[in-house]
Structure formats: C-alpha cells, structure tokens
C-alpha cells in the first residue's frame, strides 16, 4: 500500500435515500424471520409500522470497495474486516434520506509480514434537519501490508472480556444463503460469493461478511438485553477474530454488568470466537 495515498484518500460526499424495501432487505440478510410465526420480528419485515435495525447504519451510505483503487496498491485479495464501531444519536427511521460524509482516521502497523489496519470514519446526518444520527468507524486488516508505518490516529483499544462465565447464552444458525442475500446491501466483495477468490485468500468457500456477523449478534443483543425495542440501540463495538461461513450455528455470548453489556460471538461447530472484545449500551429511556 501507499500510506500516504490512503490517509488523503478523497470521499465524495453523498446524499443517500432509503426505502422500506432497503430496510428490509437488511433484515433478511441478518437473518431476521428464519421463523416466519415469531412476531416479535415482524416489524423490521412488515411496510406497515416498519422500525429500522440500528447496525442498517452501518451499510447505508457505503462507500464501496475503495481499497481496491489500484492507485492505493493495496493488496485487496488479503482485506479483512478488523474492527467495527457503532454509535448513535437517534433512531433511523425506516425511510429516508442522510447526508454522508467519510474521512481515513489512521493506519495501524501490526509491522512486516503481519499486515496494518487502515481506520475511516462515515458520519451520517438527516438530510433535512442537518441533525447527526450516528457515527460509524470501520477497521479493514490488510494481511498483506504490513511494515508500512502507523499514520493518523485509531479508536481507542476494545477491553478485554470478563473471566467469569457469560450471563446469558443465544444460539442461532446462520443461513446459508446468507451472504447471497446481505451483499445486496452495499458489499459486493467478490470474497463473500466467488469460489475461486476465496480459494486465493485462504478459504475453501466463500466467507460471510463481518458486519453481517455482527448485525446478527445486534439482533439477539437488542431482542435480549434491548426490550426488543430499536430506539433504546445506543450502539456497539467488536473485534472480528475470525471468519464466519454461512451456515455456522453462532453463539452469542452476553455478560450484563455496571459497566455496560459486553458480548461475545464463537461458531459452535468450531470453538472458535468469531468476534470478540464486543461492548453493546443502551441509550436512556
């Protein structure tokens, strides 16, 4: 990668309207309505009273796949998603339109050979009023561009986890389609549908994008410890450990404490914690 390249990186400033269909799009590909009769999440699904996901932030206003700009030389095939931060000032409603804005925080060199984490930040505000609705910054690790110097400033370091046994424990199964179904989202990394690119990065198929990941574990975090209610969301944060496939039986594991709600997600098949360091708050009543 070029560094200096990536930090002057130049965003055009959008303004992106939504639909109820979007919204629910969404949904689908978090793997909202696996059970067509639980009616509890008929309202992210259903035009009528419809009540937007608050991760939905997250891909409104995508700024595509930027990192694979050739002039950046950035090794692309390697990218995968670090760390994710989400925090909100008010609900999105379930259509719309938000103005965008995306700016580089800063590059993390994890040094040569073990690759960097480059840092942007989307702002998003209500089109109308100017109001901010929330703040998304987003950690891509580029494995193969390390040794390129640490630049700019990153978000401060996500905790370490309680020792003690989680509070509570919610299993879901991943769809298998779900990677078909939440690219039409916004991300169209051939990573997360193309056979022979994951084979070049590693995989033996296909993996499923982080923030599809933690859009699921947004959702049994709000129908669990949210009242199941959007407008409480405050935001969360969590460190993508390691890749999820579609069809994984996921885990999400949930401490509740004076400091917040801290969270954890492991694919049972494998024992492996798939995201990690997660922190979930709720925003006053």
Same mark, same amino acid.
């Given at each position: 990668?070029?560094?200096?390249?990536?930090?002057?990186?130049?965003?055009?400033?959008?303004?992106?309207?939504?639909?109820?269909?979007?919204?629910?799009?969404?949904?689908?590909?978090?793997?909202?309505?696996?059970?067509?009769?639980?009616?509890?999440?008929?309202?992210?699904?259903?035009?009528?009273?419809?009540?937007?996901?608050?991760?939905?932030?997250?891909?409104?206003?995508?700024?595509?796949?930027?990192?694979?700009?050739?002039?950046?030389?950035?090794?692309?095939?390697?990218?995968?998603?670090?760390?994710?931060?989400?925090?909100?000032?008010?609900?999105?409603?379930?259509?719309?339109?938000?103005?965008?804005?995306?700016?580089?925080?800063?590059?993390?060199?994890?040094?040569?050979?073990?690759?960097?984490?480059?840092?942007?930040?989307?702002?998003?505000?209500?089109?109308?009023?100017?109001?901010?609705?929330?703040? *998304?910054?987003? +950690?891509?690790?580029? $494995?193969? @561009?390390?040794?390129? &110097? #640490?630049? !700019?400033?990153?978000?401060?370091?996500? /905790?370490?986890?309680?020792?003690?046994?989680?509070?509570?424990?919610?299993?879901?199964?991943?769809?298998?389609?779900?990677?078909?179904?939440?690219?039409?989202?916004?991300?169209?990394?051939?990573?997360?549908?193309?056979?022979?690119?994951?084979?070049?990065?590693?995989?033996?198929?296909?993996?499923?994008?982080?923030?599809?990941?933690?859009?699921?574990?947004?959702?049994?975090?709000?129908?669990?410890?949210?009242?199941?209610?959007?407008?409480?969301?405050?935001?969360?944060?969590?460190?993508?450990?390691?890749? *999820?496939?579609? +069809?994984?039986?996921? $885990?999400? @594991?949930?401490?509740? &404490? #004076?400091? !917040?709600?801290?969270?954890?997600?492991? /694919?049972?098949?494998?024992?492996?914690?798939?995201?990690?360091?997660?922190?979930?708050?709720?925003?006053?009543?």
């Amino acid at each position: 990668m070029i560094p200096e390249k990536i930090i002057e990186y130049g965003f055009p400033d959008m303004e992106v309207s939504y639909q109820e269909r979007d919204v629910i799009l969404y949904a689908l590909g978090v793997n909202v309505g696996q059970d067509p009769m639980n009616e509890r999440e008929l309202k992210y699904l259903f035009e009528e009273e419809l009540q937007a996901l608050p991760p939905y932030a997250m891909v409104l206003g995508h700024p595509g796949f930027w990192l694979r700009d050739p002039a950046l030389e950035v090794d692309w095939v390697k990218l995968l998603h670090a760390e994710q931060f989400l925090s909100v000032s008010r609900p999105l409603p379930a259509k719309g339109t938000v103005l965008v804005r995306h700016n580089v925080l800063g590059i993390t060199d994890k040094g040569e050979g073990r690759g960097a984490i480059v840092y942007y930040e989307k702002l998003l505000r209500d089109a109308e009023t100017k109001e901010e609705l929330c703040r *998304v910054t987003t +950690g891509v690790f580029c $494995r193969g @561009d390390g040794g390129c &110097g #640490d630049y !700019g400033e990153a978000p401060p370091k996500l /905790a370490m986890m309680p020792e003690q046994s989680p509070d509570i424990s919610i299993t879901k199964k991943t769809d298998l389609r779900s990677a078909l179904i939440y690219r039409l989202s916004g991300d169209y990394n051939p990573l997360h549908i193309m056979p022979d690119i994951a084979r070049q990065a590693g995989y033996d198929r296909p993996i499923l994008h982080g923030l599809c990941s933690m859009g699921i574990a947004g959702l049994v975090l709000q129908e669990t410890v949210g009242e199941s209610t959007p407008s409480l969301f405050g935001g969360y944060a969590c460190r993508f450990s390691k890749p *999820v496939f579609p +069809g994984d039986i996921l $885990r999400v @594991d949930i401490w509740v &404490g #004076d400091m !917040g709600v801290r969270f954890r997600v492991v /694919a049972e098949d494998r024992n492996e914690v798939v995201l990690d360091r997660g922190h979930f708050s709720l925003r006053a009543h």
